[in-house]
């Protein structure tokens, strides 16, 4: 999967629009998705989400887990909330937060890309820009 | 405690002497008449610092506050206000920030942070949601504002975001900034200073919680609608490309811009300084605060003598006093200057103003190379302006005098150079130098914090209505005055508005949906009106000849004609100047003194300033 990096800015509005969405929450930790500050060492920003490659599904040591139509899901009633996909995440794309009993992960419902105000995350959903 | 939707909910107060900290309820009281961010920085500065107070001393406070809309879903919620007794003014200062902090503190679950007292050693505050420590960090002292920001990133994590000072606030230059997010400062009044003095380095904030709204579902569709205009507008590749960058060939084709000193509005050079020219010159990549699809930040890269540097910007203002004010030739050279001023945490419109000041002074004799060490401080010199800026930072020869600001290096070189320092209050101008423009120029002079450009920007209105017109100029600064700082007491940037025309009915409907108050937008304008009427009302009681004199322009705009370009002639007279400070004393309900009457605060519901005030025989 290939995210047009050049373009982001840093905004984090996608951290924003995930919240918003799958938590009814304004609150960028609580998302499947991070923009990260690379500008001190690359002069750029980078961004971190799952690419659903469902290496944290074979490693979780209860099947809570699985890949539902192209996209990795975590069941939230089974999950333990352990850590190990957290930890074999080779993209680093799971996230725990205090207040959630599970990882967070992108869920692949596009709002993100819909939002981003450079077309920067296109390739997550294949879908443009809100406006038309 | 009911949930007070738009905020966090509760205000940090941190006792630097002691390295004590508490989390207090935000007081319904409090919310409600002064919305947030300048609101809350405003009231609790006139409450707590009492008049006669050292703005350098532990008893000043130093307020940093978000808004209801800071961190909300919608168009960049990105505004932080820094506000105390500004030791450039001796009056309230206040200056905000963009970038990502603003959400951050209240991600942490604070509104507001009062900073109280001074540490005993050089410290930062730390603050990750409940946990809040105040943390010696002598190996930062002394350090660049932008490399202790990287320090402190390569330390916590790039989740935090940091508010620093350089070696100016440490110094204590009444004209330091706090420095955030790489080139993001809150520039004006000294409020870096402020830090300083309080042997506060940093601030670094991580949040995990959410900003309760009051109505998600009408919040997600008004902000959508506005998302979704600013992503059709056509103007917005521009600012995208460009942003603040672009200004400067306009600002100097309507003979606006700031060049050698204000002693002329048109930069013969200009088109080194453009837009186009950071674009294809320096810039390296687009740099945006938090949520904000304009992305005004530019992030670039300049060398000089041999040395490479990253920086963001330059801006518009920086481009203009840095630029033109000290005929510097090319966007690069710019860009370097302003980077030196960022790790010096200098304000690039103070400190452009002091530079181009010290060369006029120069370039005049009034001042000589003893003077200046062997700087051979003219005009065009980037050599010389880093000199000098080294020089005030470290407050040292030159820099010592320049350091209080250009009316207290006015008062000690003489040759009425007073005439030329080109400043109200104290606080050096911004970049519209307003011969030409009565309206902006009256705005300069009644601004608050000074002469800065942010409170009513309305150099569009005189070329509007007519650039000699003073009829109805003061009503159009008045109108400005309440409209643009309520943006700040929101936490929400006014670009989306000023520039891409996003219409103003869009942040009233965002305010119930975000809060579940039921304010109209007049009803916020007038609490914006109380919040400009309590900080004139702080100036009134700290000064029994605070006024009309402290309103006034400098000598060169009433006496000097502009020398050249499209404005060639111009002026705004005595005559103006006067006609323009009744009528706006007259539309605020002030005495012709420009102090505010008795009845003007009660209408505000500010009475009990008001029997202060009265008690004190400072009003009547």
Same mark, same amino acid.
């Given at each position: 999967?290939?995210?047009d990096?050049?373009?982001?800015?840093?905004c984090?509005l996608c951290?924003?629009?995930c919240s918003?969405?799958?938590?009814?929450e304004n609150?960028?930790?609580?998302?499947?998705?991070?923009v990260?500050?690379?500008?001190?060492?690359d002069?750029?920003?980078?961004?971190?989400?799952?690419d659903q #490659?469902?290496t944290?599904a074979?490693?979780?040591?209860?099947g809570?887990?699985?890949?539902?139509e192209?996209?990795?899901?975590?069941?939230?009633?089974t999950c333990?909330?352990?850590?190990?996909?957290?930890?074999?995440?080779?993209?680093?794309a799971l996230?725990?937060?205090?207040?959630?009993?599970h990882?967070?992960? #992108?869920?692949?419902c596009?709002?993100?890309a819909?939002?981003?105000?450079?077309?920067?995350?296109?390739?997550?959903a294949?879908?443009?820009?809100?406006?038309? | 405690?009911?949930?007070?939707?738009?905020?966090?909910?509760s205000?940090?107060?941190v006792d630097?002497?002691?390295?004590?900290?508490s989390?207090?309820?935000?007081?319904?009281?409090?919310?409600n008449?002064?919305?947030?961010?300048?609101?809350?920085?405003?009231?609790?500065v006139?409450?707590e610092?009492p008049?006669?107070?050292?703005?350098l001393?532990?008893?000043?406070?130093?307020v940093?506050a978000a808004?209801p809309?800071?961190?909300?879903?919608?168009?960049?919620?990105?505004?932080?206000?820094?506000?105390a007794k500004?030791?450039?003014t001796?009056?309230?200062?206040d200056?905000?920030?963009?970038?990502?902090?603003?959400?951050?503190?209240?991600?942490?679950?604070?509104?507001?942070?009062?900073?109280?007292?001074?540490?005993?050693?050089?410290?930062?505050?730390?603050?990750? +949601?409940?946990?809040?420590?105040?943390r010696p960090?002598?190996k930062?002292?002394?350090?660049g504002?932008?490399?202790t920001?990287?320090?402190?990133?390569?330390?916590?994590?790039?989740e935090f975001?940091?508010?620093?000072?350089?070696?100016?606030?440490e110094?204590?230059?009444?004209?330091?900034?706090v420095n955030?997010?790489i080139?993001?400062q809150a520039?004006r009044?000294?409020?870096?200073?402020v830090?300083?003095?309080?042997?506060?380095?940093a601030?670094?904030?991580?949040?995990?919680k959410?900003?309760?709204?009051?109505?998600m579902?009408?919040?997600r569709?008004?902000?959508?609608e506005?998302?979704?205009?600013?992503a059709?507008n056509?103007a917005?590749?521009v600012?995208? +490309?460009?942003?603040?960058?672009?200004v400067?060939t306009?600002?100097?084709?309507?003979?606006?811009?700031?060049?050698?000193?204000?002693?002329q509005?048109?930069?013969?050079n200009?088109?080194?300084?453009?837009?186009?020219?950071?674009?294809?010159d320096?810039?390296?990549r687009d740099k945006?605060?938090?949520?904000?699809p304009?992305a005004t930040?530019?992030?670039?890269?300049a060398?000089?003598?041999?040395?490479?540097?990253f920086l963001?910007?330059?801006?518009?203002e920086?481009?203009a006093?840095?630029?033109?004010?000290c005929g510097?030739?090319?966007?690069?050279?710019?860009?370097?200057?302003?980077?030196?001023c960022?790790?010096l945490?200098?304000?690039?419109i103070s400190?452009?103003?002091?530079?181009a000041?010290t060369?006029?002074?120069?370039e005049?004799?009034?001042?000589t190379?003893?003077?200046?060490?062997?700087?051979e401080?003219?005009?065009?010199?980037?050599?010389?302006?880093?000199?000098?800026?080294?020089?005030?930072?470290?407050?040292q020869g030159?820099g010592?005098?320049?350091?209080r600001?250009v009316?207290?290096?006015?008062?000690?070189?003489?040759?009425g150079?007073?005439?030329?320092?080109?400043?109200?209050?104290?606080l050096e101008w911004s970049?519209?130098?307003?011969r030409?423009?009565?309206?902006m120029?009256?705005?300069y002079?009644?601004c608050d914090?000074?002469?800065h450009?942010?409170?009513?920007?309305?150099?569009?209105?005189d070329?509007?209505?007519?650039?000699?017109?003073?009829e109805?100029k003061?009503?159009k600064?008045?109108?400005?005055?309440h409209?643009r700082p309520?943006f700040?007491?929101l936490g929400?940037?006014r670009?989306?508005?000023?520039e891409?025309g996003?219409?103003?009915?869009?942040?009233?409907r965002?305010?119930?949906a975000?809060?579940?108050?039921?304010?109209?937008?007049e009803?916020?304008?007038?609490?914006s009106?109380?919040?400009w009427?309590?900080?004139?009302?702080?100036?009134?009681r700290e000064?029994?000849d605070f006024g009309?004199?402290?309103?006034?322009?400098?000598r060169?705009f009433?006496?000097?004609?502009?020398?050249?370009?499209?404005?060639a002639g111009?002026?705004?007279?005595?005559?103006?100047?006067d006609?323009?400070?009744d009528?706006?004393y007259?539309l605020?309900?002030?005495?012709?003194?420009?102090?505010?009457?008795?009845?003007?605060?009660?209408r505000?519901?500010?009475?009990?300033v008001?029997?202060?005030?009265?008690?004190m025989?400072?009003?009547s």
């Amino acid at each position: 999967m290939e995210l047009d990096l050049d373009r982001c800015t840093g905004c984090r509005l996608c951290q924003l629009v995930c919240s918003v969405t799958n938590f009814s929450e304004n609150n960028p930790k609580k998302a499947g998705i991070r923009v990260v500050s690379k500008l001190f060492t690359d002069a750029r920003y980078d961004v971190i989400v799952c690419d659903q #490659c469902g290496t944290c599904a074979d490693v979780c040591p209860v099947g809570a887990i699985n890949m539902d139509e192209g996209v990795v899901r975590i069941d939230a009633d089974t999950c333990t909330n352990c850590g190990v996909c957290i930890d074999a995440c080779p993209n680093g794309a799971l996230f725990s937060h205090p207040e959630v009993a599970h990882p967070i992960k #992108c869920v692949a419902c596009g709002e993100c890309a819909k939002y981003c105000p450079r077309g920067v995350l296109d390739a997550l959903a294949g879908l443009r820009k809100v406006a038309s | 405690m009911r949930t007070m939707h738009g905020y966090a909910g509760s205000i940090l107060r941190v006792d630097l002497s002691t390295g004590v900290a508490s989390a207090q309820p935000l007081a319904e009281d409090l919310v409600n008449a002064y919305i947030g961010g300048r609101g809350f920085g405003a009231y609790l500065v006139y409450r707590e610092v009492p008049p006669g107070t050292d703005p350098l001393g532990p008893g000043n406070k130093l307020v940093v506050a978000a808004g209801p809309f800071s961190g909300v879903f919608l168009p960049s919620g990105s505004k932080t206000s820094f506000s105390a007794k500004s030791p450039a003014t001796g009056l309230y200062g206040d200056s905000n920030i963009g970038g990502h902090l603003a959400g951050e503190l209240k991600y942490a679950g604070y509104d507001a942070v009062v900073l109280e007292g001074r540490a005993p050693v050089p410290s930062y505050l730390f603050i990750e +949601d409940d946990k809040v420590e105040v943390r010696p960090c002598e190996k930062l002292w002394g350090i660049g504002a932008i490399k202790t920001e990287k320090a402190l990133k390569d330390e916590l994590g790039d989740e935090f975001q940091i508010a620093t000072i350089g070696p100016a606030g440490e110094n204590m230059v009444v004209f330091a900034c706090v420095n955030h997010d790489i080139g993001r400062q809150a520039g004006r009044c000294g409020m870096g200073a402020v830090m300083g003095s309080k042997n506060l380095k940093a601030i670094a904030v991580r949040g995990t919680k959410g900003v309760p709204v009051a109505d998600m579902s009408a919040l997600r569709k008004v902000a959508g609608e506005m998302f979704s205009a600013l992503a059709a507008n056509p103007a917005l590749k521009v600012w995208q +490309d460009q942003g603040l960058a672009q200004v400067t060939t306009w600002s100097n084709s309507i003979g606006a811009l700031p060049t050698r000193n204000f002693r002329q509005n048109f930069y013969e050079n200009a088109d080194a300084l453009s837009g186009e020219r950071m674009r294809s010159d320096i810039h390296v990549r687009d740099k945006a605060c938090f949520a904000c699809p304009m992305a005004t930040g530019k992030y670039c890269k300049a060398s000089h003598r041999g040395e490479s540097v990253f920086l963001e910007g330059p801006e518009y203002e920086t481009t203009a006093l840095i630029g033109s004010n000290c005929g510097l030739g090319s966007i690069e050279e710019v860009a370097y200057a302003n980077y030196m001023c960022d790790e010096l945490g200098l304000d690039t419109i103070s400190a452009g103003n002091a530079v181009a000041f010290t060369m006029e002074c120069f370039e005049r004799g009034i001042i000589t190379k003893e003077d200046t060490g062997g700087i051979e401080a003219r005009f065009g010199s980037l050599d010389a302006f880093v000199e000098i800026a080294k020089l005030i930072a470290a407050r040292q020869g030159i820099g010592a005098p320049l350091s209080r600001g250009v009316r207290a290096a006015a008062a000690a070189w003489g040759g009425g150079s007073e005439d030329f320092a080109i400043q109200v209050k104290g606080l050096e101008w911004s970049g519209y130098e307003s011969r030409g423009a009565p309206s902006m120029m009256l705005a300069y002079m009644t601004c608050d914090i000074g002469a800065h450009h942010n409170r009513a920007w309305s150099v569009t209105h005189d070329i509007a209505v007519g650039r000699n017109v003073i009829e109805g100029k003061a009503a159009k600064v008045v109108e400005l005055q309440h409209v643009r700082p309520l943006f700040d007491c929101l936490g929400v940037c006014r670009l989306q508005w000023v520039e891409l025309g996003l219409p103003l009915e869009y942040y009233a409907r965002l305010y119930p949906a975000v809060t579940g108050r039921d304010d109209t937008w007049e009803d916020l304008l007038l609490k914006s009106e109380r919040i400009w009427n309590l900080v004139r009302a702080f100036g009134v009681r700290e000064r029994a000849d605070f006024g009309r004199a402290d309103d006034q322009p400098p000598r060169r705009f009433y006496t000097e004609p502009v020398p050249d370009g499209p404005l060639a002639g111009s002026r705004v007279t005595r005559e103006d100047i006067d006609r323009l400070l009744d009528e706006y004393y007259d539309l605020r309900g002030w005495d012709r003194d420009g102090r505010p009457t008795v009845k003007t605060l009660e209408r505000l519901g500010l009475a009990d300033v008001a029997a202060e005030l009265l008690a004190m025989g400072r009003i009547s």
